[in-house]
């Protein structure tokens, strides 16, 4: 049974850094893709930031591109989300997920159906 579970959210600075963990367990293939997604109170989820496994590749959203970065921690089965310049719109619920078999382009962002497996979520907020 694939399980994800997020840490780090909380208060953040305006123009201040963000770091999110998400320890993953139960993967038995290589042949998926990890992506941050985030949902602000009366919006849609909408994705942050994705990685493929297989084909070591990264897609940012365009509006987080240059103020965000996802990495892996292989040994340690942690994928982390980093962000700067934290802005009032990057408020928002960050959910962890994971989709199996998934061709990672620019799109995967924008389909937040493809994921299989999703975290409960961590609560950001940016205050001035």
């Known amino acids: 049974q694939v399980q994800l579970v997020e840490s780090g959210g909380g208060l953040v600075h305006l123009g201040g850094s963000l770091s999110l963990s998400c320890e993953i367990s139960?993967?038995?293939?290589?042949?998926?893709?990890i992506c941050w997604f985030r949902q602000a109170t009366g919006k849609e989820r909408e994705g942050v930031s994705c990685?493929?496994?297989?084909?070591?590749?990264?897609y940012n959203e365009y509006s987080v591109e240059g103020r965000a970065a996802i990495s892996r921690d292989g040994a340690k089965n942690t994928v982390s989300l980093r962000m700067t310049n934290m802005q009032p719109e990057d408020t928002a619920v960050y959910y962890c997920?994971?989709?199996?078999?998934?061709?990672?382009?620019?799109?995967?962002?924008?389909?937040?159906?493809?994921?299989?497996?999703w975290g409960s979520g961590t609560l950001v907020t940016v205050s001035s």
């Open positions: 997920a994971v989709g199996m078999h998934v061709l990672l382009n620019q799109a995967t962002l924008w389909s937040p159906g493809l994921m299989n497996y």
């Open positions: 990685w493929s496994e297989e084909r070591d590749i990264t």
């Open positions: 139960g993967l038995t293939s290589d042949d998926y893709v």
